[in-house]
T-cell receptor, first 114, second 114 residues
Framework: KAGVTQTPRYLIKTRGQQVTLSCSPISGHRSVSWYQQTPGQGLQFLFEYFSETQRNKGNFPGRFSGRQFSNSRSEMNVSTLELGDSALYLC?????????????FGPGTRLLVL | AQSVTQPDIHITVSEGASLELRCNYSYGATPYLFWYVQSPGQGLQLLLKYFSGDTLVQGIKGFEAEFKRSQSSFNLRKPSVHWSDAAEYFCAVGARRRKNDMRFGAGTRLTVKP
């Protein structure tokens, strides 16, 4: 079974631009979560989508948004990029049968904002 | 909300020596607890998890962890470290009432000396 895939793997943008990252979960998984990883803040939870609805949300500004499609694929969008948005963005998926289920992580998208 | 503390930012051990990585959590009830490992440029891989039952949990790659409710701890151990264990290790806590709402510790970077 294929793992979680994320595209693109690397991205360079400039301040003020917007960016869209994509995540394809493991087949059959219905929940997709997004995390931001930076050296200073570590791994921070952005949001989680289930059945095309945002179910959980971390403490990030409204510039960070996401969506999930009917096939469970998810996209994350960051508008008006700031230098501090440079990070590794990780996507994780799970079946969502019970709470606390194992999440499987993708390799991440490394975003550099200049 | 739940939270995790990993007191050690960086640990160096000699190959063949034993390893213990510390993790303390804060949560009002019995949490779900996880240990993940991240190699450079990679996503996170699950090592082991605790949901309930036996407080000593066995994981992959020879790792184990012990849940101690009285100390709010979930320390990761390995009896003999291999050079390939050099990586960053993350402890995470999940809420039983909220699916896929996980909080990660800041991580502990492990260096293995030959």
């Amino acid at each position: 079974k294929a793992g979680v895939t994320q595209t693109p793997r690397y991205l360079i943008k400039t301040r003020g631009q917007q960016v869209t990252l994509s995540c394809s979960p493991i087949s059959g998984h219905r929940s997709v979560s997004w995390y931001q990883q930076t050296p200073g803040q570590g791994l921070q939870f952005l949001f989680e989508y289930f059945s095309e609805t945002q179910r959980n949300k971390g403490n990030f500004p409204g510039r960070f948004s996401g969506r999930q499609f009917s096939n469970s694929r998810s996209e994350m969008n960051v508008s008006t990029l700031e230098l501090g948005d440079s990070a590794l963005y990780l996507c994780a998926s799970s079946y969502d049968r019970v709470a606390g289920e194992t999440q499987y992580f993708g390799p991440g998208t490394r975003l550099l904002v200049l | 909300a739940q939270s995790v503390t990993q007191p050690d930012i960086h640990i160096t051990v000699s190959e063949g020596a034993s390893l213990e990585l510390r993790c303390n959590y804060s949560y009002g009830a019995t949490p779900y607890l996880f240990w993940y490992v991240q190699s450079p440029g990679q996503g996170l891989q699950l090592l082991l998890k605790y949901f309930s039952g036996d407080t000593l949990v066995q994981g992959i790659k020879g790792f184990e962890a012990e849940f101690k409710r009285s100390q709010s701890s979930f320390n990761l151990r390995k009896p003999s470290v291999h050079w390939s264990d050099a990586a960053e290790y993350f402890c995470a806590v999940g809420a039983r009432r909220r699916k896929n709402d996980m909080r990660f510790g800041a991580g502990t970077r492990l260096t293995v000396k030959p």
